[in-house]
Nanobody, 114 residues
Framework: QVQLVESGGGLVQPGGSLRLSCAASGSILTIGTIGWYHQTPGKPRQFVARITNSGTTTYALSVKGRFTISRDNTRNMVYLQMNSLKPEDTAVYYC????????WGQGTQVAVSS
């Protein structure tokens, strides 16, 4: 099974930007659509964005216009460019197959605070 590892999180001020990366241990073309999700303590994991093999994207309303998902099928990487970050974006971010996730990785923590 392909493993996915997230990175790129950190602490950023409101209005700032971060770029998250998702590295796959194998071909992401075999996974198909890949999504980014986030989770805050005590709440279920929530959908953020997804991208198909051909590059069609879909976003949660809360991030539309601020976040951009992209993928590099040759490098087996998926990215999430996060701009105009807000405190409510604070969460652990995960990448995984959509709609049927594989095993979940450790995620990467994003904290938006002044």
């Amino acid at each position: 099974q392909v493993q996915l590892v997230e990175s790129g999180g950190g602490l950023v001020q409101p209005g700032g930007s971060l770029r998250l990366s998702c590295a796959a241990s194998g071909s992401i073309l075999t996974i198909g659509t890949i999504g980014w999700y986030h989770q805050t303590p005590g709440k279920p994991r929530q959908f953020v964005a997804r991208i198909t093999n051909s590059g069609t994207t879909t976003y949660a309303l809360s991030v539309k216009g601020r976040f951009t998902i992209s993928r590099d099928n040759t490098r087996n990487m998926v990215y999430l460019q996060m701009n105009s970050l807000k405190p409510e974006d604070t969460a652990v971010y995960y990448c995984n197959a959509f709609p049927s996730p594989l095993s979940w990785g450790q995620g990467t923590q994003v904290a938006v605070s002044s």
